[in-house]
């Protein structure tokens, strides 16, 4: 095998190691930005059902209100908690964190509003309370299941971020971590029951 025989061979070589690498390089991109954009799509469901939840509360305050009016604090407790949401969602700054608190702080109102409904027998046969507790309550079920599919979502894309070989293109092109829609420390204290 003559010289001009072995240079070729190394020319091939050496192109195919380097469209190897290229190719291994782009997939690795259209993989991190794929992962990017199910955690964007992620957050958007969880923010559909957030903005579901928040329109349905006026009405389920209303009724309340109706039947419990002395039971102002409670009812301005889920109001406030409601506005802070509202203020929270439409903030194009506001963390994952930011809103996961006000979110939080929502669920807490409105599980406090439900206790104080509890007290009240006839607003328990209301049907429109019952139709809107219902609502309520299949919305939040359907919060908790977008939630853990963002969380899965996020947590494969921060793993990706942080695997070797992947992380030479994340940090190559600014791939940052996503945040988790994690509970804050209010909503993880145990509940005391005392009889």
Do not use: C
């Not at 939840?53 to 002395?70: F, Q, S």
Request: hydrophobic residues 50%; glycine residues 6%; proline residues 3%.
């Amino acid at each position: 095998m003559g010289g001009a025989a072995v240079a070729i061979v190394i020319v091939v070589v050496i192109l195919a190691v380097i469209i190897g690498l290229v190719a291994w390089a782009i997939a690795a991109y259209n993989g991190l930005v794929q992962l990017r954009n199910r955690v964007g799509n992620g957050w958007a469901q969880i923010d559909v059902q957030l903005k579901q939840r928040a329109d349905l509360i006026p009405n389920l305050v209303e009724t309340v209100k109706g039947y419990a009016a002395h039971e102002s604090g409670v009812l301005t407790q889920v109001t406030a908690a409601r506005a802070g949401a509202m203020a929270a969602a439409a903030n194009p700054g506001a963390t994952i964190a930011q809103r996961a608190a006000a979110e939080n702080q929502l669920s807490r109102a409105l599980v406090n509003l439900t206790a104080t409904a509890e007290a009240y027998p006839q607003l328990q046969a209301n049907q429109n309370f019952m139709n809107l507790q219902n609502q309520l309550q299949a919305l939040e079920q359907k919060i908790a299941f977008a939630r853990q599919f963002y969380n899965d979502v996020v947590m494969k894309y921060n793993t990706r971020i942080e695997t070797v070989p992947s992380n030479i293109i994340a940090g190559l092109f600014h791939f940052t971590q996503a945040q988790y829609f994690a509970a804050d420390e209010a909503s993880r204290a145990v509940p005391q029951v005392r009889f």
